[in-house]
């Protein structure tokens, strides 16, 4: 009897995350409100955690609570040390939530607003989570190795090889597109662009304080930098009024993109007290500040989504990237769903933190939740923009043209009516010029952001939140540029540092410039592209970095499916083998597309073969014949890279499959490297901190 | 050797973070403490305390030698992702 009426709650969050589905799904032409998308997505998390990841945890990892963890047995109150669960998920979920999951789903709303919230529902509760999950389980039964050692061990040196070759390029695909998404946000923006620059100097401040002024007193700087930096954007509306003023800040796509690789440059060889660290401290207290403000405006003022469920863009017209919507809605949700990237951090760094193996479900598969719940919130406020208004910030100039006009009648002409008045009454009212063309999805997220903040705090201040919002944006992307930078330069010293024993040496000089400047000229190319291309850019990077995003991922999933198989679960490996099908589907369809496909908006080849054609044939403007031959080499390079990728996943699939065929034949294969079970001392009484 | 004034600390980095104490603001602060690192060299403090007291081969760190270590350690590997 008590059985069933603890049932009974679970039975109407069932019932009651069915009906927020039904209603998202079977609405047509009805304004919906943004709450049954939170409504829907709480309910099936909620279910997922009290029972997926409870039989994960108990019948397939078999988590047991009495063996010590790596920061139990390893403790050297450095880098392992066992933390309270509540402050390691802290940690776990900072490391994991960049821009990816606000970026993807915003530029997936060109589908409608029902593929994309499906995905970063299902696609979390059955892959993302798992993934983040198992793999910290299998790193802490591993003495915390990372994911790249864990190949090597388990499946054979091929692997090793693969996750570490994978881990650089995703990392220069990430930057570059990252580095693109701020360009365009602060192009001919001087507001934008001061409030970014003064970032810089503000971490600096942060950074001295804590490291000379009051050594060690973070709070009280992070403090000062986050007033600092509210202080910044209300500064950059005076910096924006004032005319010889606003001259330094009103820059070209092109300049910004040089000042961002000459940042991220000095940023890699800099020590990372006087940049990295504090723009880290200020990057996650905005975070976490701004989403839960964020959720707080969704959930009391429940706006109304304007997008309709599904666009005719399902076909493959879209404007702000070409593809139908299989499989290019998951490839461009990336890691709002399921994120190679995770795997790096539940391998490696989380583990040396965890206290006792029973946190792995809530930090795991519970972190990755609330990056999912993100997600919505961006897909939420996407959504929320008129259509035509969404379309008129997010299409290039490639698609609808450099003119206002122009562009206003061919959005309106595909059923989403916009006005140029209403562009440029909404461009006054968030303190900018122009908003259209504003790719990369930064901009119309900042847009719905001010807009749901705005509707809360009052209209006046609709351009504060803007700034705001795009502050926001730019700070935690410039942090994932600058970290992600130096962690290249670490790997490119390590992977010399085999060839050359004195390029390994981190500290040396020389090697630590040529690491650093070949870093940045890896990202700084697509950058640089990504920038003269008058398609945004943004149309080729994304899917390029979605495509090795679910290809790392896939690579974690391939070594928990082997993992499992080799312990004796063949009956579980369905957990990690059915969300690793799914991707090695999408990835591969998606992959073969962009290589093969004829359609000049899919395909690599087929539109550098298009645009060598039109310059033999002297159709092109005089402008863009210049930019052409870049242009063109661009093209058939994304195309081989592509073809890297998918070969490097291949690869790894087949060595998974080989592990796999030979456990199952009973022939040897190399041995698990779980450490041997040692118990714990932290007893049940033991207080934990 | 522990000096009085680090007494004090310790006993505040040893006290449970969500365990019984007062109130709801204490907690939360002791976890904003925890999570940004403000409380790092107490924390280090105590472990001093428990492991290496009267230890020569360790010497006790002052807050500004400890800071600077935890932070350029904290800052090897991969920290950020998408």
Same mark, same amino acid.
């Given at each position: 009897?008590?059985?069933?009426?603890?049932?009974?709650?679970?039975?109407?969050?069932?019932?009651?995350?069915?009906?927020?589905?039904?209603?998202?799904?079977?609405?047509?032409?009805?304004?919906?409100?943004?709450?049954?998308?939170?409504?829907?997505?709480?309910?099936?998390?909620?279910?997922?955690?009290?029972?997926?990841?409870?039989?994960?945890?108990?019948?397939?990892?078999?988590?047991?609570?009495?063996?010590?963890?790596?920061?139990?047995?390893?403790?050297?109150?450095?880098?392992?040390?066992?933390?309270?669960?509540?402050?390691?998920?802290?940690?776990?979920?900072?490391?994991?939530?960049?821009?990816?999951?606000?970026?993807?789903?915003?530029?997936?709303?060109?589908?409608?607003?029902?593929?994309?919230?499906?995905?970063?529902?299902?696609?979390?509760?059955?892959?993302?989570?798992?993934?983040?999950?198992?793999?910290?389980?299998l790193s802490t039964r591993r003495n915390a190795r990372s994911l790249g050692q864990m190949a090597r061990d388990e499946l054979g040196p091929?692997?090793?090889?693969?996750?570490?070759?994978?881990?650089?390029?995703?990392?220069?695909?990430?930057?570059?597109?990252?580095?693109?998404?701020?360009?365009?946000?602060?192009?001919?923006?001087?507001?934008?662009?001061?409030?970014?620059?003064?970032?810089?100097?503000?971490?600096?401040?942060?950074?001295?304080?804590?490291?000379?002024?009051?050594?060690?007193?973070?709070?009280?700087?992070?403090?000062?930098?986050?007033?600092?930096?509210?202080?910044?954007?209300?500064?950059?509306?005076?910096?924006?009024?004032?005319?010889?003023?606003?001259?330094?800040?009103?820059?070209?796509?092109?300049?910004?993109?040089?000042?961002?690789?000459?940042?991220?440059?000095?940023?890699?060889?800099?020590?990372?007290?006087?940049?990295?660290?504090?723009?880290?401290?200020?990057?996650?207290?905005?975070?976490?500040?701004?989403?839960?403000?964020?959720?707080?405006?969704?959930?009391?003022?429940?706006?109304?989504?304007?997008?309709?469920?599904?666009?005719?863009?399902?076909?493959?017209?879209?404007?702000?990237?070409?593809?139908?919507?299989?499989?290019?809605?998951?490839?461009?949700?990336?890691?709002?769903?399921?994120?190679?990237?995770?795997?790096?951090?539940?391998?490696?760094?989380?583990?040396?933190?965890?206290?006792?193996?029973?946190?792995?479900?809530?930090?795991?598969?519970?972190?990755?939740?609330?990056?999912?719940?993100?997600?919505?919130?961006?897909?939420?406020?996407?959504?929320?923009?008129?259509?035509?208004?969404?379309?008129?910030?997010?299409?290039?100039?490639?698609?609808?043209?450099?003119?206002?006009?122009?562009?206003?009648?061919?959005?309106?002409?595909?059923?989403?009516?916009?006005?140029?008045?209403?562009? !440029?009454?909404?461009?006054?009212?968030?303190?900018?010029?122009?908003?259209?063309?504003?790719?990369?999805?930064?901009?119309?997220?900042?847009?719905?952001?001010?807009?749901?903040?705005?509707?809360?705090?009052?209209?006046?201040?609709?351009?504060?939140?803007?700034?705001?919002?795009?502050?926001?944006?730019?700070?935690?992307?410039?942090?994932?540029?600058?970290?992600?930078?130096?962690?290249?330069?670490?790997?490119?010293?390590?992977?010399?540092?085999?060839?050359?024993?004195?390029?390994?040496?981190?500290?040396?000089?020389?090697?630590?410039?040529?690491t650093s400047a070949l870093v940045v000229s890896g990202w700084g190319y697509f950058l640089y592209i990504g920038v003269i291309d008058p398609?945004?850019?943004?149309?080729?990077?994304?899917?390029?970095?979605?495509?090795?995003?679910?290809?790392?991922?896939?690579?974690?999933?391939?070594?928990?499916?082997?993992i499992l198989i080799k312990s004796g679960k063949q009956k579980y490996a369905w957990v990690t083998g059915l969300p690793l099908t799914w991707?090695?589907?999408?990835?591969?369809?998606?992959?073969? !597309?962009?290589?093969?496909?004829?359609?000049?908006?899919?395909?690599?080849?087929?539109?550098?073969?298009?645009?060598?054609?039109?310059?033999?044939?002297?159709?092109?403007?005089?402008?863009?014949?210049?930019?052409?031959?870049?242009?063109?080499?661009?093209?058939?390079?994304?195309?081989?890279?592509?073809?890297?990728?998918?070969?490097?996943?291949?690869?790894?699939?087949?060595?998974?499959?080989?592990?796999?065929?030979?456990?199952?034949?009973?022939?040897?294969?190399?041995?698990?490297?779980?450490?041997?079970?040692?118990?714990?001392?932290?007893?049940?009484?033991?207080?934990?901190? | 050797?522990?000096?009085?004034?680090?007494?004090?600390?310790?006993?505040?980095?040893?006290?449970?973070?969500?365990?019984?104490?007062?109130?709801?603001?204490?907690?939360?602060?002791?976890?904003?403490?925890?999570?940004?690192?403000?409380?790092?060299?107490?924390?280090?403090?105590?472990?001093?305390?428990?492991?290496?007291?009267?230890?020569?081969?360790?010497?006790?760190?002052?807050?500004?030698?400890?800071?600077?270590?935890?932070?350029?350690?904290?800052?090897?590997?991969?920290?950020?992702?998408?």
């Amino acid at each position: 009897m008590t059985q069933f009426l603890k049932i009974i709650p679970w039975l109407l969050i069932a019932l009651l995350g069915a009906f927020a589905l039904s209603a998202i799904a079977l609405n047509r032409g009805e304004n919906i409100s943004a709450l049954w998308f939170i409504t829907a997505a709480l309910c099936v998390y909620a279910l997922a955690y009290r029972f997926y990841a409870a039989w994960l945890a108990a019948t397939v990892l078999v988590i047991d609570e009495t063996r010590a963890t790596p920061a139990e047995r390893l403790d050297n109150g450095r880098d392992f040390v066992p933390t309270h669960k509540w402050v390691v998920f802290g940690h776990h979920f900072a490391a994991i939530a960049g821009p990816g999951p606000l970026v993807g789903p915003t530029l997936a709303a060109q589908f409608g607003y029902l593929p994309g919230t499906l995905w970063i529902i299902l696609g979390a509760v059955i892959g993302g989570c798992v993934q983040d999950m198992v793999i910290l389980f299998l790193s802490t039964r591993r003495n915390a190795r990372s994911l790249g050692q864990m190949a090597r061990d388990e499946l054979g040196p091929l692997g090793g090889t693969a996750a570490l070759i994978g881990t650089f390029t995703i990392m220069i695909i990430l930057i570059a597109v990252l580095g693109l998404i701020v360009v365009n946000a602060m192009k001919h923006s001087p507001w934008a662009t001061f409030t970014v620059s003064a970032t810089i100097p503000i971490a600096m401040i942060v950074g001295f304080y804590m490291r000379y002024l009051r050594p060690g007193q973070v709070l009280e700087a992070s403090l000062i930098g986050v007033l600092l930096l509210l202080l910044s954007v209300v500064g950059g509306r005076y910096i924006d009024a004032d005319a010889s003023l606003r001259l330094i800040f009103d820059r070209e796509g092109l300049t910004l993109a040089w000042w961002v690789m000459a940042y991220g440059f000095a940023a890699a060889i800099l020590p990372v007290w006087l940049l990295l660290a504090p723009r880290d401290y200020l990057s996650t207290y905005m975070k976490a500040g701004t989403i839960t403000l964020l959720a707080i405006a969704i959930i009391t003022l429940q706006p109304t989504i304007k997008m309709p469920a599904i666009t005719p863009f399902i076909d493959g017209t879209g404007p702000i990237f070409g593809g139908k919507l299989f499989p290019f809605v998951f490839i461009t949700i990336a890691c709002g769903a399921i994120s190679g990237f995770h795997a790096l951090i539940a391998s490696g760094t989380t583990p040396k933190l965890l206290n006792n193996e029973r946190d792995i479900r809530m930090i795991g598969y519970g972190g990755m939740l609330l990056e999912s719940f993100v997600a919505i919130m961006a897909m939420i406020a996407a959504t929320v923009l008129e259509p035509g208004v969404f379309f008129a910030i997010n299409s290039g100039v490639g698609v609808v043209g450099a003119d206002a006009a122009m562009a206003v009648a061919k959005i309106s002409s595909w059923g989403y009516p916009v006005t140029l008045e209403h562009m !440029q009454l909404l461009a006054k009212q968030m303190g900018e010029e122009t908003l259209f063309a504003r790719t990369g999805g930064a901009p119309s997220l900042a847009v719905g952001m001010a807009s749901i903040f705005g509707s809360a705090f009052g209209e006046s201040l609709l351009a504060l939140w803007y700034h705001f919002a795009i502050m926001f944006e730019a700070i935690f992307i410039l942090t994932t540029l600058d970290a992600g930078t130096r962690v290249g330069r670490f790997m490119l010293q390590d992977m010399l540092g085999n060839i050359w024993p004195k390029m390994g040496e981190t500290s040396w000089t020389p090697s630590v410039l040529f690491t650093s400047a070949l870093v940045v000229s890896g990202w700084g190319y697509f950058l640089y592209i990504g920038v003269i291309d008058p398609n945004g850019g943004v149309n080729i990077l994304w899917p390029l970095f979605g495509i090795a995003n679910q290809m790392l991922a896939a690579i974690a999933l391939c070594v928990g499916t082997g993992i499992l198989i080799k312990s004796g679960k063949q009956k579980y490996a369905w957990v990690t083998g059915l969300p690793l099908t799914w991707l090695i589907i999408i990835t591969s369809t998606a992959a073969y !597309q962009k290589i093969a496909s004829t359609d000049i908006r899919i395909g690599f080849f087929a539109a550098a073969n298009d645009l060598s054609d039109k310059l033999a044939a002297g159709s092109l403007s005089l402008e863009k014949a210049e930019i052409a031959p870049q242009l063109i080499f661009n093209l058939q390079f994304d195309a081989w890279l592509t073809i890297f990728f998918i070969s490097l996943l291949w690869l790894i699939v087949f060595d998974m499959l080989r592990v796999a065929v030979r456990v199952l034949n009973g022939q040897a294969v190399l041995p698990l490297t779980e450490s041997p079970h040692s118990p714990s001392r932290l007893v049940e009484d033991w207080v934990r901190d | 050797m522990i000096k009085k004034s680090d007494s004090k600390l310790l006993s505040l980095a040893t006290a449970p973070i969500l365990g019984q104490p007062p109130s709801f603001l204490k907690k939360a602060w002791r976890l904003l403490r925890r999570l940004s690192g403000d409380d790092a060299y107490e924390r280090y403090l105590a472990h001093y305390a428990a492991k290496h007291s009267g230890n020569d081969e360790h010497p006790l760190l002052s807050k500004a030698e400890f800071f600077k270590q935890w932070q350029d350690e904290k800052w090897q590997g991969i920290k950020r992702c998408c």
